[in-house]
């Protein structure tokens, strides 16, 4: 995207010359120039003094920031400092936040907001075929599949710059969907896979049956190019589709002729997305569609393969490079001595200060007020974002320390002690990478307002006040991402050969890139998987259930997700006139049946109640979803708050909260206890 001129501020439009979009922007692509100029910007930093945030200098703010951190850390030990990041800073904001977390905070807890969403596929992708990038080849090759499997996406309202390829690979070829709801895309779908929520691993156990049972596999890949079948063959021949049928909810002929779709096709797919990977199983639910993938050989394949699509505008490169405690810098692993050597020479400190591993976002969140005292919060907003909302709120509204760098006063931000106004992403250049692995310039397009800092400048002040007198040679983005380069250098994910000056000169490049003369890897798995003996590992998974069961008390599945017109929490998007004009409250979605069992009629109010709390909204009564099972969005704040209701255990492998599958009951109710949140 570009970014225009036009009287009193900017407009955004779609780059034709850029491959990947071709001038095609969303809606909040096109909305997003409204926020460089608003009205509600922060400007100036603040600081709670005498129960009030007041404006106040830099060098104040920053000074009782620093003080909190420090001041706690000796008082309760280091480890009682936590730093959240997210999913939506540059590379170099990312790389620094981790830095900044192991040697400025000196603690072992922090992470970031991708453990809400990416972690369950990452793990997955890790523990299977050695490496986690969304897409291991292009997306162009979405368009020319002749078999696309997408479970649990709905990427024409959520992701609309890909649409142009999902709408080829529809005229050309045949799509299968899985989704608990009839969505835009699974109502042009050639066959759609409607499936209870949390069943993802019993239907692609049930997918893997019909594939072995017919002799669809593909035997000579399995015995060439992977471990371990055996032990998933032996419980995917245990899920008849019959069996399947009667859990998920998909017919067993369905289920077969996806099975066969899939086997017949030459150029073969399969994506996941949050609806199969949000729950506390997540991790098992990918890695048994990868497992599917890897029965039918499509790892490694030219035009096939397995992929998840992600969520966050630098969703790839979020998680790539440390700003969680149990990953360094280019998908290093803190349990890999090498990885630490290499990371802990670049800093020029002992490995023993980059190898501690500590609690995952969730955690850190319950243990705040105990365990925890201060909070780092670097561009996310977690009281609406998070599970057990309810239950941080309370925690926030008590914590010693809260810092916080944003634009906006976002619902997360009022609980704060300090707040640090940052550059928005048109004011500064910096790099992201894309879920195909390709790494972008965003170069700097509108001139920043006198007050705010970038967050790059933001850590390295906030560094040099914690004892560490140069966190980084320059808070320049260049700068940073010269060391990012050499910090993983070797590295799974190795930006080595990335320069900014390639990037300018408009060089497509997908990492790994280990060398400046090196052209990039569009395509992963062609010869081997990054694993121990280079084969990829089927790995066996539990034919399970997911979240919290159904019950008497509570007999319904919530499931919760987004719509086309805002972003996660919402903290830009409902300060955009025409997206918050648009979709200006989150609705429930239930089957007629479900509404007239309950009396609740379409655009009347029905209360949602889980074992953590309830939630009034609006109600949208529709077919295309099926009777167990209801559906709302998340991006609201204040009583409309739908992860007030998320709890349950977390995915053992990914600290995935249950988000998909939450167990409640519902009534009529008269109104709402009070108006949208904006």
């Known amino acids: 995207m570009t970014l225009e001129r036009k009287p009193g501020g900017y407009a955004c439009v779609g780059d034709p010359s850029f491959d990947v979009n071709a001038g095609e922007l969303c809606m909040k692509g096109f909305a997003a120039a409204e926020l460089l100029t608003h009205p509600e910007r922060l400007l100036q930093p603040l600081v709670r003094r005498n129960g009030a945030l007041t404006e106040t ?24 400092v936590a730093s959240f990041g997210s999913g939506s800073l540059t590379n170099e904001k990312v790389y620094l936040l981790g830095k900044f977390a192991r040697l400025a905070l000196d603690t072992a807890n922090f992470d970031y907001n991708g453990r809400f969403c990416m972690s369950s596929a990452a793990a997955a992708a890790n523990r299977s075929l050695g490496i986690d990038r969304g897409l291991p080849f292009p997306l162009a090759w979405i368009g020319e599949a002749d078999v696309l499997l997408l479970a649990g996406g709905n990427p024409l309202d959520t992701m609309p710059p890909l649409a142009r390829y999902l709408t080829k690979q529809r005229e050309r070829g045949r799509t299968i969907i899985v989704d608990p709801r009839r969505t835009s895309h699974a109502a042009t779908a050639t066959l759609h896979l409607q499936t209870a929520p949390g069943t993802d691993a019993i239907l692609a156990h049930a997918l893997l049956h019909v594939l072995i049972a017919e002799h669809l596999i593909d035997e000579r890949y399995i015995a060439e190019r992977t471990s371990g079948f055996d032990n998933v063959r032996r419980d995917a021949e ?39 990977e949000q729950h506390s199983n997540g991790t098992d639910c990918a890695t048994a569609y990868i497992n599917l993938a890897l029965a039918l050989g499509l790892p490694g394949r030219d035009g096939s393969g397995y992929g998840t699509l992600t969520g966050q ?19 290093g692993s803190v349990s890999d ?7 802990a020479r670049v800093w020029e400190v002992e490995p023993d200060r980059v190898t501690r591993r500590g609690m995952s976002a969730a955690e850190i969140f319950d243990a705040l007020g105990s365990r925890i005292g201060a909070l780092f919060i670097m561009g996310s907003n977690p009281v609406i974002t998070a599970p057990r909302t309810a239950a941080l709120r309370e925690k926030l509204a008590r914590i010693e320390h809260l810092v916080v760098c944003d634009f906006f006063l976002s619902e997360t931000a009022a609980y704060a002690t300090v707040v640090l106004p940052s550059l928005q992403w048109a004011e500064e250049s910096g790099t992201i990478t894309n879920l195909e692995g390709r790494v972008l310039l965003r170069t700097a397009a509108a001139a920043a307002p006198e007050g705010p800092r970038s967050d790059l ?22 700068t940073v991402f010269d060391e990012l380069r050499r910090a993983t250098a070797g590295s799974r994910a190795d930006y080595s050969g990335i320069s ?15 060398e400046l003369g090196h052209p990039g890897t569009p395509v992963l798995f062609g010869k081997n998987f990054p694993t121990a003996d280079g084969r990829a590992r089927f790995v066996a998974v539990a034919s399970r259930l997911d979240g919290e069961h159904a019950d008497a008390a509570y007999p319904w599945t919530l499931t919760t997700g987004r719509v086309r017109e805002h972003y996660l929490s919402g903290t830009q998007t409902r300060r955009t006139a025409r997206l918050a004009a648009a979709v200006s409250e989150p609705v429930a979605d239930l089957h007629p049946a479900l509404a007239a069992r309950f009396g609740i009629v379409d655009g009347g109010y029905m209360c949602i109640r889980s074992r953590r709390g309830s939630v009034t909204l609006r109600a949208r009564v529709t077919d295309t979803i099926s009777m167990e099972t209801i559906f709302t969005a998340f991006h609201w704040g204040g009583s409309l708050t739908v992860n007030d209701l998320i709890g349950g255990r977390l995915d053992p492998h990914s600290k995935m909260p249950p988000f998909k599958a939450c167990a409640v009951r519902i009534e009529a109710a008269a109104a709402r206890r009070d108006a949208p949140s904006t």
């Open 238 to 276: 245990r899920e008849f589709p019959e069996r399947a049928e009667r859990r998920t909810g998909v017919a067993a002929g369905d289920i077969r002729a996806a099975a066969r779709m899939l086997a017949a096709a030459e150029r073969a797919l399969i994506l996941t997305a949050r609806g199969v």
């Open 57 to 80: 200098t830099w060098g104040d703010a920053l000074d009782v920031a620093a003080e909190g951190f420090r001041a706690i850390g000796e008082a309760r030990g280091r480890d009682a």
């Open 337 to 343: 001595p090498a990885d630490a050597a290499r990371v």
């Open 457 to 478: 400048e933001i850590l390295q002040e906030l560094a040099r006040r914690l004892g560490v007198s140069k966190l980084v040679q320059s808070p320049d983005p260049e």
């Open 500 to 514: 900014y000056e390639r990037l300018r000169a408009g060089e497509a490049l997908y990492w790994p890139v280990p």
């Open 313 to 331: 505008g630098n969703g790839q490169g979020g998680r790539e490079h440390g700003q969680k405690s149990d990953q360094l810098p280019g998908y």
